[in-house]
């Protein structure tokens, strides 16, 4: 008479077990399977300004500021003024800091910033705003690897990358060519901008003007050349290569 109470016990203690596996297996199935949501990134902001009264926005990537929008800055941080040099001869000739406008072309509105032959951003009277230099090639590399570069690529020449270049360039037509904008999301903050280049010889490349972005490197790579990079409208990684000084590039800075 004893036996049947402690099947019965026994039977209604399975149940309550498989009952409690089978709500466990249910919460894994309409929970655990969920997709979680990576927690928004929140972008951190500032400005800076420099000598000339410029103020230009600037962003956090990883643990270093950089300048977001191109320098246009024509004097120096003692006051002291930039050469602006527009003739070819002059330009192709010359060994002291020196700037120029795409093209000349002081009527055209939208111009990212000014170019500026590498001998502009090694002087010693300083070109960048107080408390910020212009970057050397670690530094860019550094940038590049807080977006998921990879450091074996980084220090490559060439087409490096995946998408990095994408994450660096401002996503609107304002910045690049319009019909091939879609290899630009800004995911950075960086802003890139296609303000083009001038070549050593003084003429300017093309197209260049909002479709491709050059910036120097304060890093040398021989006594004629330093390092620099690139982007282009049709491109989704990041161009890192050295070669004359007499270009005329974009400039970003980083803070000290």
Same mark, same amino acid.
């Given at each position: ?52 009264? $410029? ?10 500021? %950089?300048?977001?929008? $191109?320098?246009?800055?024509? *004097? ?46 090694? $002087? ?17 590399? *550094? ?32 910045? %690049? ?19 083009? /280049? ?36 049709? $491109? ?9 000084? @007499? ?5 970003? /800075?980083? @803070?000290?």
């Amino acid at each position: 008479m004893e036996i049947l109470p402690t099947r019965f016990y026994l039977l209604r203690t399975e149940m309550k077990i498989t009952n409690v596996i089978t709500i466990f297996l249910l919460g894994i199935f309409f929970f655990g399977c969920e997709p979680k949501e990576d927690p928004e990134r929140t972008i951190e902001t500032g400005t800076v300004t420099d000598i000339d009264g $410029n103020v230009y926005k600037t962003v956090k990537i990883g643990d270093q500021w %950089w300048m977001a929008e $191109n320098l246009n800055v024509k *004097k120096y941080r003692d006051g002291t003024f930039l050469q602006n040099i527009e003739n070819e001869n002059d330009w192709s000739t010359a060994t002291i800091g020196a700037y120029c406008v795409y093209e000349n072309r002081h009527d055209l509105t939208g111009i990212p910033g000014q170019l500026y032959n590498w001998f502009a951003i090694n $002087n010693a009277k300083g070109l960048a705003p107080d408390g910020w230099h212009i970057p050397t090639d670690d530094e860019w590399q *550094k940038l590049e690897q807080a977006i998921g570069m990879s450091s074996t690529d980084a220090m490559r020449n060439g087409w490096r990358g995946t998408n990095e270049g994408e994450k660096l360039k401002l996503a609107s037509p304002n910045g %690049w060519t319009k019909f091939e904008n879609v290899w630009s999301t800004n995911e950075s903050g960086f802003t890139a901008l296609a303000g083009g /280049c001038r070549l050593p010889d003084a003429t300017y490349g093309q197209p260049a003007l909002f479709s491709t972005g050059f910036w120097w490197t304060l890093t040398e790579s021989n006594p004629d050349e330093a390092f620099y990079r690139y982007l282009d409208y049709k $491109n989704r990684n990041v161009f890192r290569n050295h070669d004359s000084k @007499k270009y005329g590039f974009s400039v970003r /800075c980083v @803070k000290d």
